[in-house]
């Protein structure tokens, strides 16, 4: 059974940069799965953010964060990062993480407990 634990939310300006990580509990997980973030606004359904792959590390963006988020992994920390930069108040939800065979699947598992993101002066 993968267990994340995802990491790093806190209360940031409009503008600012973020950082969040997503800890995967055994050591092979990057190897087997890809990895996908997410996001749930209050009152919204969740919804995709960003992926990548575990063979290649190719990586995928929902268009509404392209150019400003940037997923990348660290193997040896059994750890997936999230960059955020020019943050938005949209961007404000809690942000979880999840397991998935390949990004294109719909049936990502294994989700943490979401850590929250808060975008406000």
């Known amino acids: 059974q993968v267990k994340l634990v995802e990491a790093g939310g806190v209360l940031v300006q409009p503008g600012g940069s973020l950082s969040l990580s997503c800890a995967a509990s055994?050591?092979?997980?990057?190897?087997?799965?890809?990895i996908g973030w997410f996001r749930q606004a209050p009152g919204k359904e969740r919804e995709w953010v960003s992926c990548?792959?575990?063979?290649?590390?190719?990586?995928y963006y929902a268009d509404s964060v392209k150019g400003r988020f940037t997923i990348s992994r660290d193997k040896s920390k059994n750890t997936v990062y999230l960059q955020m930069n020019s943050l938005k108040p949209e961007d404000t939800a809690v942000y979880y993480c999840?397991?998935?065979?390949?990004?294109?699947?719909?049936?990502?598992?294994?989700w943490g407990q979401g850590t929250q993101v808060t975008v406000s002066s």
């Open positions: 990548i792959s575990s063979s290649y590390g190719s990586t």
């Open positions: 055994s050591a092979s997980t990057l190897d087997i799965y890809a």
């Open positions: 999840g397991t998935s065979f390949t990004c294109s699947d719909n049936d990502f598992a294994s």
